[in-house]
């Protein structure tokens, strides 16, 4: 575990793609915390990526843990929030992200209309 740690520092993107990818494929719910620390204080080219990989292996019971990083300064972060909302949540999501079709990230709100228009709903 601590390599795919190792691995998510890197400031090799291909390499920290790479311990996304076996994140996800493994789930190593031991990993949140740490996954968590990343995001809150790692280096800036890690948040998104780890966040990216946290929203993978956590429960539908630990969204909220996600909907913290929806207020982010960084639409990086905010964008991976979003996204780890809506794959987790479905449907359900819909009243948590619709309200960043205003977000002032043009890239965020573009994303949450994909996101709405995947769910048919405008």
């Given at each position: 575990?601590k390599e795919l740690l190792k691995a998510l520092l890197s400031s090799d993107i291909g390499e920290r793609k790479q311990a996304v990818e076996q994140i ?99």
């Amino acid at each position: 575990m601590k390599e795919l740690l190792k691995a998510l520092l890197s400031s090799d993107i291909g390499e920290r793609k790479q311990a996304v990818e076996q994140i996800i494929n493994e789930k190593p719910v031991e990993l949140k915390s740490e996954l968590l620390k990343i995001v809150e204080s790692g280096p800036s080219y890690a948040k998104a990526i780890a966040l990216q990989a946290y929203s993978k292996i956590i429960s539908k019971e630990e969204v909220e843990g996600l909907l913290v990083f929806t207020k982010n300064k960084d639409w990086h972060i905010r964008l991976e929030a979003l996204k780890g909302v809506a794959s987790i949540l479905g449907k359900d999501s819909v009243d948590y992200i619709k309200p960043f079709l205003l977000d002032r990230s043009h890239g965020v709100r573009s994303e949450v209309q994909g996101i709405l228009s995947k769910f048919n709903i405008k």
